[in-house]
């Protein structure tokens, strides 16, 4: 479906946003193992389905938005083939964070974290490289796509080292370009269907012309009902207005026509 064919409707979002089954864990913690110095100071953690996740916290030094951006960039990724990492909600209960405090002294709280599966065997890098190998001038051209229409900030990539150094996207609670702080629906409309470059290092890549044109096509499909369901999945335990949610499936609906012309060029100039 081209851009455009679809209709946008609040309603629609904001009927999903009222669904009973609104939000539902993927599974429950187990065992805290440690915490990471970072910024949003997330835990790495067991659950009760055998895996382990790095899980954010309500309440961390990024604020709750940067939860709804991990959780709207991995669910909007997935549905264009990028390659991300899948978020899923945990639940963490008292008996887990009773003795665990954050850096500030603030004691973690109980709830629906974000958690990203661990992917052992792996190296950590904010630069674009590899692109020749195993399948990543494809990878890549996805990912660029979920950077421009969700205004990539504050690149982490993860080269997986047991699958020919394969690429994964990780950390996305800073993007729709809230590096500097939470953004306004003012802030977003002044970025509606502006360009937005891609990282640096991005250039000269010899990305797939082919894999570009095939995520413009991904960008374009996404339609009013996909961003609905998205936006679904943002737990009402975040304190986040149902608003801002609306205003945000609306900021990446309206983007689309714009970031898939721009892959549709790009496709041109690496073909």
Not at 52 to 63: A, E, F, M, T, V
Not at 135 to 164: E, I, K, M, P, V
Request: charged share 20%; aromatic share 8%; glycine share 8%.
């Amino acid at each position: 479906m081209a851009a455009g064919q679809d209709v946008w409707s609040d309603a629609t979002v904001t009927a999903a946003l009222s669904a009973p089954d609104r939000a539902r864990a993927k599974a429950s913690a187990q065992l805290i193992i440690r915490m990471a110095d970072t910024g949003a100071e997330p835990v790495l953690a067991v659950a009760d389905d055998g895996q382990r996740y790095w899980l954010k916290w309500p309440g961390n030094p990024h604020g709750n938005l940067s939860l709804v951006h991990e959780a709207v960039v991995a669910a909007v990724g997935e549905l264009l083939g990028a390659p991300v990492r899948r978020i899923s909600l945990i639940s963490v209960d008292a008996a887990l964070v009773t003795d665990l405090y954050a850096k500030d002294g603030r004691r973690l709280p109980t709830g629906l974290y974000t958690g990203s599966e661990l992917l052992a065997d792996v190296e950590e890098n904010t630069v674009i490289a590899g692109v020749r190998r195993d399948g990543n001038s494809c990878r890549f051209a996805y990912f660029l796509a979920l950077w421009d229409l969700c205004l990539g900030t504050d690149l982490q990539l993860l080269y997986h080292l047991a699958a020919n150094d394969q690429v994964w996207s990780i950390d996305h609670g800073l993007w729709f370009d809230s590096l500097e702080g939470n953004w306004s629906p003012e802030h977003l409309a002044k970025r509606d269907g502006l360009p937005w470059d891609w990282p640096d290092t991005a250039e000269g890549q010899p990305f797939s012309a082919d894999a570009l044109l095939g995520a413009a096509a991904a960008v374009d499909a996404l339609t009013c009902k996909d961003l609905a369901d998205v936006m679904s999945g943002i737990p009402l335990t975040w304190s986040i207005a149902d608003g801002t949610l609306l205003t945000l499936a609306r900021f990446i609906y309206e983007r689309r026509s714009a970031v898939s012309e721009r892959l549709r060029e790009a496709a041109e100039s690496h073909s």
